[in-house]
C-alpha cells in the first residue's frame, strides 16, 4: 500500500514536471497622443480627460485579458504611467527611457515628452532587468534622473522571468515611423515637382532623407536582431512590440530568419490581414495622417510623406517567438484593444494577444 501510494506521488511530481506552463502575452502601443512636432512643448491631440480615460480603459483591459507578461510602447510619462499600471494590476515592471528631450528629474523640455518601453509581468515571474541597446539616435543620457538627447532615439529593452524553473528572456522595442521602401514615392515626389510643389532642388532634398529614413529603419531592425540573437544564445525568447513595418518588409523578414524566430499570429491567422494599424477603424489613426501639425502647419517633404502613408491600415505589431520555441508552441493569438468603448479607443494601434506553451 505504501508502495503504491509513494508511486502515485512520483507520477503526479513527474508530470509537474514535464507538463509545459502557459503564458499569455500582450504587446500594445499604448500611444503618446501628440504630433512629435514642438521644442518647448509638443502639439497635444487630446485633453487631459481624454488621455486619463484611455489609460483607464488601458488598465481595464489589462484586467480581463490577465496576461502574464506585457509589452508596451510608447508609455508617456513613462514613470507615472508605470506607477499607475504596477499598483493597478499588482505586477512587476520594468522600463526604458528613449525619447525624453532634456530633463533632470522629469522636469525640462519638451514638458510633455518622457516616453519608454515597459514590460510588465505577474510578480511570481520574478521579473527582471537585463539591459537594454540603443538602436538608433543620437548619443546622449536616457535614464530617470538625467534624459538629455536633441532627436529622436529608438532602443530595444531586454528582461527575463522564470517559467517552472525556466528562463524565459523579453525583448521590447519600438523603432522609428520611417515610410516604406518603395520607389514608387520617388514618383510621388517628382509629381510635387510638376504641380510646383517644391522645386527640383527641395525633391533631391526630400528624396535623400527618404533614402536616410529607409536605412535607418534598417540599421534599426538588423541591431534588434543582433542584440536579441547574442543576448538569447539560443535560449526561449520572446521578442514583441511595434516594429513601424510589415513581416514581409525585407529587412523585417531577413531578421526574423536571422534569429529563427515564429510569427506568433502569422501561425494563428496565415489569411488574415490582422491590421494593428488600423486608418479604417480606429479614428485615432488620423492624427498621424493628418497633413498639418496641431499648430495648423502643413506637413513637408518626409513628413508629409509619412502622414499621406498612416492614411493605409497594415500589420505592424508583433509577437515573435524563438531559442526552441517555434510554431508547435503557439496556442491562440489574436488581435485585442480592436473594439471601442463608449466610441473611443484605448491607442492609435490595436494589440496582440498570444497564448504560448512553454
Known amino acids: 500500500m505504501k508502495k503504491g501510494f509513494l508511486f502515485v506521488i512520483f507520477l503526479v511530481f513527474s508530470l509537474v514536471l514535464v507538463l509545459p506552463e502557459t503564458l499569455k502575452i500582450v504587446t500594445y502601443n499604448t500611444w503618446y497622443g501628440l504630433d512629435g512636432h514642438g521644442l518647448l512643448k509638443m502639439g497635444e491631440y487630446e485633453d487631459a480627460k481624454t488621455r486619463a480615460k484611455r489609460l483607464d480603459l488601458l488598465i481595464e483591459g489589462l ?40 530633463k533632470i528629474f522629469g522636469l525640462g523640455i519638451p514638458v510633455n515628452l518622457n516616453m519608454g ?18 538602436i538608433s539616435g543620437p548619443p546622449g543620457l536616457y535614464n530617470p534622473v538625467i534624459t538629455f538627447h536633441l532627436a529622436e532615439a529608438r532602443f530595444v529593452q531586454a528582461g527575463s522571468v522564470e517559467v517552472g524553473g525556466r528562463k524565459l528572456l523579453l525583448f521590447n522595442t519600438h523603432t522609428h515611423a520611417a515610410i516604406p521602401k518603395e520607389e514608387r514615392l520617388f514618383e510621388v515626389v517628382d509629381g510635387w515637382v510638376s504641380e510646383g510643389k517644391v522645386t527640383e532642388k527641395e525633391a533631391e532634398k526630400i528624396k535623400e532623407e527618404m533614402k536616410k ?26 521578442l514583441a512590440g511595434d516594429f513601424n513595418t510589415t513581416i514581409d518588409a525585407e529587412e523585417m523578414s531577413a531578421m526574423v530568419k536571422r534569429i529563427g524566430a515564429t510569427d506568433t499570429f502569422l501561425v494563428k491567422h496565415p ?5 494593428t494599424w488600423d486608418s479604417i477603424r480606429n479614428p485615432n489613426t488620423k492624427n498621424d495622417a493628418s497633413l498639418t501639425y496641431v499648430n495648423g502647419e502643413a506637413k513637408k517633404g518626409v513628413s508629409l510623406l509619412s502622414a499621406m502613408y498612416d492614411q493605409s491600415p497594415r500589420r505592424i505589431d508583433f509577437i515573435l517567438i524563438g531559442g526552441d520555441l517555434n510554431s508547435r508552441n503557439v496556442l491562440d493569438s489574436h488581435l485585442v484593444f480592436d473594439k471601442p468603448v463608449e466610441g473611443l479607443y484605448a491607442s492609435d494601434h490595436f494589440g496582440v494577444f498570444s497564448e504560448i506553451s512553454f
Open 63 to 102: 484586467k480581463e485579458l490577465k496576461p502574464d507578461i506585457i509589452f508596451l510602447q510608447e508609455v508617456n510619462p513613462v514613470g507615472r504611467m508605470t506607477g499607475k499600471l504596477k499598483k493597478a494590476l499588482g505586477y512587476s515592471a520594468i522600463s526604458k527611457i528613449y525619447n525624453g528631450g532634456i
Open 117 to 134: 518601453l515597459v514590460i510588465l509581468a505577474k510578480k511570481e515571474l520574478k521579473l527582471k532587468s537585463i539591459g537594454s541597446k540603443q
Open 213 to 238: 529614413d529607409w536605412a535607418r529603419r534598417e540599421k534599426e531592425i538588423k541591431a534588434i536582431g543582433e542584440y536579441v540573437k547574442k543576448v538569447a544564445d539560443g535560449k526561449p525568447f520572446v
Open 271 to 275: 489569411n488574415e490581414p490582422g491590421y
